[in-house]
């Protein structure tokens, strides 16, 4: 990891930003290539952590994240009050990457970035 002010200097980051948008990876030969889902199917997804990923058996992460430390009931509620809140502001999509080929999925993910500019 490199510290960005060594990079570029003071003003060559930004230490905040804002989220125009959530993309959700997974991989699936039989869904569609895109998917927007509406905050409260985006939040239940992000719950049960089940999405396909094509690198073997599916696990459940909840919020997508293998690393939490802490499991107790308290922290999945502020888990969830934060997606809750991130997927009330937001658009969420899932894209998956087994729909295509890396080029056709990388331009579907730039157009929605652009969209999400606007």
Same mark, same amino acid.
């Given at each position: 990891m490199l510290d960005p002010y060594w990079i570029a200097g003071t003003s060559g980051h930004v230490k905040r930003t804002s989220v125009k948008a959530l993309v959700i990876l997974c991989r699936d030969p039989v869904s569609p290539a895109v998917r927007k889902l509406e905050a409260d199917e985006a939040l239940r997804l &992000? +719950? +049960?952590?089940n999405f396909a990923s094509g690198t073997g058996p599916m696990r459940a992460n909840p919020f997508l994240n293998p690393h939490l430390l802490i499991r107790s009931s308290d922290r999945f509620q502020l888990q969830r009050f934060f997606f809750g809140r991130l &997927?009330?502001?937001v658009p969420c999509y899932v894209v998956n990457t087994g729909a295509g080929s890396t080029e056709s999925i990388q331009e579907k993910i730039r157009e929605l970035v652009e969209k999400a500019r606007r």
């Open positions: &992000l +719950e +049960e952590g &997927l009330k502001t």
